[in-house]
């Protein structure tokens, strides 16, 4: 079988929620991934959904998703022999993984402080740079999303401020994870030197705002009637060129954008333009009255028409209208399908599918290794480092 | 002090966000960005001096082409037999036309790593589907889970799935440069935005796959765990804010977080019922909890708020703002996240960033160059790149082809 881009890669993996992603987006790399456990298990087992099943244990999809392609070893901490096996485990990595407070990661901070291993990369991807005010302060990703400004653009001017669907400000401090690692791996190939890195969940939220801080900084050139700050808009982008409308079955993202010229042939064809080819309009100072004009007239027309056939018709023509779709739909996706897109995957005694590959690599292909129970690479880790018991 | 990426060669000819994003981060890290431009395209976001091109092109240099020209093109292609990196995002087949395809260049540049971010990837019926971030978020599901139950489907408040691609480019391009110290050879990535916004939902995914379920909006409860109280709620309005609101997102995520909650409640009556008496309770009763945090925030300031609450162990945070973020965060502004470049833009003037989130100890990466005109940078990326004269691109200027 092939192998991975990073198959000659060690990785020692003791993070949490806010770096598990980045952990999974190695292993699924090829890089060798050993998540150390407590001998209960690693709390994050028990993280939600579960599969169902009368006669199993509690199988956690959670669990199995981000933590694909690892291989586990359970270690007691406390115990002599398990410390040595840990500190073991850290002379072999290239690469160390750390959230603070997750397994390990007290232990692996001391024994790495002693041991002086040069060539070893050590990240600590922690909620707030330490040192600072805030940097002892508890962020599951729904605070993280509110003090990182995820949570104030979204939502409508009737619900709260609301946070993403999941975690998906983790998974953003998870893919910095994995670039912080491999960009320092790149430099120990070539300088032979490792070092320490900081990633700060907070700044990598804050980093992935789009317009956020261009409103902030611009916000005299962007003309907006709101100023520099944008109040939650529901589905209104920025722009105002792009907005999720109900049509008569379904719901659709609509925008006439990149070329408003293609949709107006497109509403002068339905006869729904109104007075659009007015040359007004194309005048620079009225772009936001075309944007404003254009998105109205396609509201009352998109209500009259069946969403995903809209879908069709706008993709045929070029302009990148989105289908509303909900999970069990996204399941069936045609393009996704058409790709194999979705692989086999099995947790515990339970044969299911998981998302595929995020990158198709032509020569070391992405690949979903197996989920794994608690210690069930115990044996071969172990040898591995050379530990005799 | 070096930064890591210091001597890779990319060469750039990503549009909009997701694209620029990914080179972004690579010239942070001090890798030779060189972005391809051309007059032609110069409109919109692409706009050198937009706001938005300014926000995502910052540390490359810029190399103005007319792709229309053949001495361009062939230009192109000699840049890119001496790239390690080459990046685009148009839709499939356009960098084949300019004839510095995957193909051609591999031919004469076995090492380089070809990465192509296309909306649906290269191959299957919707392949030539055309998507931004908006398109995304509604095909791949979140649009409708980012939203509340039985309202119309409201979605993320920015485009949240470019950035993630662009993320995703990084970490494909540092793989891909692994691969090559071992293998000596280079290869083609293809990236499809789309599927990797289907990722961000895999947990639903798999439950439907394995358990039928279907997955609904759920605004600020946590998806698969029963946790309460987990929401954002009012504070009091005290004419800052946006349009004079202000918010606190609190969670309780264990036992310990609720008991100090309720002791800073001040251990109220209906904390003490028995309908919250467990996690599972709380959770089952949760609209109710919520109404009862929300009557005692609803009279406090945010941040003394969020101050009480974290020093009594208790997560909580205030729902910033763009302009809080720059003007409230103690967290930024010890790091100076938010900074003003030391250069003025020649046609803009004083442009704007925020730092990369990651710390190297031996190989600090503080190095920030301001986002260029077209073709700024022309004179210095032919002599470095292709070793030309001053006298050689004088020559290729007089021909026009050089924007």
Redo the contacts between chains.
Sequence with gaps: MTE???S??TILDLTDERGIYGAK?LAD?GANVIRPEPLTGDPLRM???F??SADQGKES??H??FCSSRRSIALDLDDAEGLEQFDLLLTNADIVLTCPGAFGVEESKEIVRDKNQEELVFIDTCS??P????A?????D???????????????AD??????????NF??SG??T???A??????R??TG?G??????V???I?????????????GE??EHPDG??L?????L??SNA?D?M?AETG???V?P??DFDKQLTWMIEEDIHDDLIDPQYLEPENLRLRVEKTMNQLRDWVATKNAEDLFFEA?ER???????????Q??E????I??D??VP?Q?GE?K?????????????PWQLGEYKSINEDQVDILNEIGWNS | MAR??E??KILDFTHV?AGPFATR?LGD?GADVVKINSLDRAI?ANDPIH??Y??WNRNKRALALDMSNESARKTCKELCEKADIVIDNFSVGVLDRWGVGYDTISQVNSKVIYVQMS??????????????????????????????KN??????????N???AG??????I??????L???G?G??????Q???G??????????????N???E????D?????VAP?????CSSDGEG??GEN?????C?TED?WRSLKNLLGSPEWAEQDSFSTLSLRYKNRRELDSHIQNWTKAQEAYPLMDTC?NA??????????????NK????R??E??FAFDELHGEVGQ??G??????????PCESYIRSRSLGEDNESVLKDWLNLSPKEIDENKSEGWLN
């Design positions: 991975g881009p990073l000659r890669v987006l790399l993280r939600g959904p599969i169902q999809i959670w199995a998703y707030f740079r040192g600072c005010e805030w002892d302060y508890q962020a599951p729904i605070v993280a999303g509110a003090l990182a400004g995820q949570i104030a653009t979204t939502g409508d619900t709260a401020p609301l946070k993403n669907f999941g975690e998906l998974m953003v893919a910095y994995a670039i912080s491999l960009s320092a791996l790149y430099n190939r070539a030197s070092q320490r890195v900081e990633v700060s907070h700044e990598c804050a980093s992935c705002l789009e317009h956020v801080f261009m409103f902030y900084w611009y050139a962007m520099r700050v109040p939650r808009r529901g589905s982008h920025w792009y999720v109900n719901s659709i993202m925008t954008t990149p993709q070029h302009m990148p209208y989105g289908l509303v779709l909900p999970i069990e996204v399941a996706n045609p393009q996704l058409a790709r897109w979705f995957y947790i339970h299911t599918l998981s998302t595929g590959a995020p990158y198709h690599f032509s020569d070391t | 890591p990426l001597g890779l966000l981060i890290m919109g706001p938005y300014i926000m909306g649906m990837g290269d191959g299957g019926p919707w392949s030539k589907f055309v998507t931004y971030a908006p398109t995304i978020h509604a095909l791949c599901g979140l649009t409708h889970t980012t939203s509340v309202r119309q489907d409201i979605g993320i408040g920015f485009s949240y470019d950035h993630q993320l995703h480019g990084a970490v494909a540092l793989a891909g440069l692994e691969s110290q071992h293998s050879k290869q083609r990535i293809d990236i499809s789309f599927e990797v289907v990722n961000f939902v895999a947990p639903s995914l798999v439950d439907h796959f394995s358990n379920t279907i997955t909006p759920v605004a600020n946590l998806p698969y765990d029963e987990h929401g954002v709620y009012p946006i349009k918010w606190i997102a609190i969670a995520m977080q974290q162990g208790v997560p909580a945070g205030v729902v910033q703002s763009g302009a809080d973020l720059a965060d103690p967290q930024l010890s790091r996240f938010l442009t704007f925020d730092k990369l989130p990651i710390k190297f100890e031996k190989t």
